[in-house]
């Protein structure tokens, strides 16, 4: 039985990831401070995995985390935009230097494949699209550039030191357990929060703005994908299907029979007009597509905000 950890495993991604690996029959290992995640998402767990609360910053405690590991899913990280814009250094202390404990104590405990979750906003607003893992990164916040410093790491370590990696750009990740209470939130989160209390939702601009919504399953499937492999470097983990803001709002509304029409705001400074993944590099790569609908990932996340079932 070998042994994984997954860093930032109570976190909203975290938790599908371990659930899933220890259904494969992992023993797992969960490294989280609980700064956003919660002991709530590994309820279906919690007894069958070693929890260790701990914070990145303490090299120390990665390094008890990583011992007698094969595999580490690094997740673990300030997630939220506007807070590395308000403490870039306090945020880059954790997504930055913190990812660095979690690299060094990897290489010490002779890990066999590190996975980082890194972020699509590395590549900024940049109009070329679909997104290719070969355009130069636009970073425009504290939390991209962070990223981009981290994936830079990994392929340092693999050169260096021969410790394989590979660095994952998740598109935008819905599901089940994502928090919908700040604004910064995942949309389709906030979106379905709102129609089910039959409140009209605010949409920024015009509303004609496209992400690429990923399942949260698809992730876990292409992290699971990317640890068995050997294949080196980025990959973006996204459907390649864009979806404009206006018409997630519709679906919504249809789903969940909400009849609120959208107040439009202002448009958000930094938010970004389009996105959506280049899927090609995962597919031939990773051998991973995503296999979710994206009608039926909004079923289940649907059916897990109304409480009336596990949802995943
Ligand atoms: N959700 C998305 O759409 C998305 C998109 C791109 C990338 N990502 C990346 O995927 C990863 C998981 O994101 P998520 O959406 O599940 O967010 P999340 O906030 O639910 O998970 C992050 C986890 O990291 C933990 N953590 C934070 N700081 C820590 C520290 N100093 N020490 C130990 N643990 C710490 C948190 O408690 C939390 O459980 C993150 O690295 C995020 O940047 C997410």
Not at 27 to 37: F, I
Not at 136 to 147: M, N, T
């Amino acid at each position: 039985m070998e042994t994984v950890l997954v860093t930032g495993g109570a976190g909203f991604i975290g938790s599908h990831l371990v659930e899933r690996l220890v259904a494969e029959g992992f023993v797992v290992r969960v490294l989280d401070d609980l700064s956003s995640g919660c002991m709530a998402n590994l309820a279906a767990v919690r007894d069958r995995i070693e929890f260790q609360k701990g914070d990145l910053r303490d090299p120390a405690v990665s390094r008890k985390a990583a011992a007698g590991c094969t595999w580490v899913f690094h997740l673990a990280a300030v997630v939220s935009v506007p807070q590395t814009i308000g403490d870039p250094a306090g945020s880059a202390a954790v997504n930055e230097t913190g990812s660095l404990h979690v690299l060094e104590a990897a290489r010490e405990a002779g890990v066999r494949r590190l996975v980082f979750a890194s972020s699509s906003a590395v590549y900024g607003d940049d109009p070329r699209l679909p997104l290719r893992e070969d355009l130069p990164p636009r970073p425009r916040s504290p939390y991209a550039v962070q990223k981009l410093a981290v994936e830079h790491y990994l392929a340092v370590y693999d050169e260096l030191f021969g410790l394989s990696t590979a660095s994952l750009r998740f598109f935008n990740v819905f599901g089940p357990r994502q928090d919908p209470s700040s604004p910064y939130s995942g949309v389709i989160s906030i979106f379905l929060r709102r129609a089910l209390e039959d409140q009209a939702p605010v949409i920024y601009g015009d509303g004609l703005q496209t992400r690429d919504f990923i399942y949260v399953a698809d992730v876990v499937e292409a992290l699971l994908l990317a640890a068995r492999s050997s294949a080196a470097g980025v990959f973006n983990v996204g459907t390649g299907r864009e979806v404009e803001i206006v018409s997630l709002w519709r679906q919504i509304a249809a789903l969940t029979g909400c009849k609120r029409l959208p107040h439009h705001a202002a448009p958000r400074p930094g938010d970004i007009r389009r996105s959506v993944a280049a899927v090609g590099e995962a597919s031939s790569r990773l051998g991973f597509s995503a296999r979710v609908g994206f009608e039926e990932g909004l079923a289940r996340t649907l059916a897990w905000y109304r409480g009336s079932g596990s949802g995943a």
